[in-house]
């Protein structure tokens, strides 16, 4: 087991490695994807590194774990017109709109 050697190299108490089940190669990519969306990938570039042919077969399984993007997009938009504001040019908040 990889992960146990490298607890071992680094000196770590392997015995609770042993309470952990092996995981398939497929749960493996899900858990990598999980990871690439925490990262910050977008739909399309999820669908590049994971091998999908569609951005709809990555939506559809992992379209849960997108932040929301109605939110993403008040932040940006209030981001963008609190510079408006800075220039006194008044404005709404997108938060207020968008959600």
Not at 5 to 25: F, H, M, S, Y
Not at 39 to 62: C, F, Q, V
Not at 85 to 95: I, L, S
């Amino acid at each position: 087991m990889v992960i146990a050697q490298a607890a071992r190299d680094a000196g770590e108490d392997t015995d609770q490695l042993q309470l952990l089940k092996p995981i398939t190669l497929h749960e493996a990519r899900h858990t990598a994807a999980s990871y690439l969306i925490e990262a910050g990938l977008n739909d399309l570039e999820l669908t590049a590194m994971i091998g999908h042919s569609d951005p709809r077969t990555a939506k559809a399984i992992y379209g849960r774990l997108f932040p929301d993007s109605s939110e993403k997009v008040a932040a940006k938009l209030d981001a963008y017109l609190g510079g408006c504001v800075q220039r006194n040019q008044p404005h709404a908040r997108a938060r207020d709109v968008i959600t």
